[in-house]
């Protein structure tokens, strides 16, 4: 039915469809994966660059 509906409503380019439910899908995880994310690992991601430690490599 949706079909229909899209091929009436003149050309439509399908790979710009595509593109747009692929974006549409990445932000909408991403967003949903920031949000469920605990505070301790967020602070920890936050606090990363402004620490000090060098890390030791034993060669």
């Known amino acids: 039915m ?3 509906i ?3 409503a003149g050309s439509i ?3 710009a469809v595509f593109a747009l439910l ?3 899908f990445v932000f909408s995880m991403s967003a949903y994966l920031a ?3 605990d505070a301790k690992s967020l ?5 990363l660059p402004l620490e000090d ?5 034993n060669s």
């Open 6 to 8: 899209l091929e009436s």
């Open 53 to 57: 430690d060098e890390p030791t490599h």
């Open 13 to 15: 380019n399908w790979m």
């Open 22 to 24: 692929t974006f549409f």
């Open 2 to 4: 949706y079909k229909y």
């Open 43 to 47: 602070e920890h991601a936050a606090n």
């Open 35 to 37: 949000f469920v994310k």
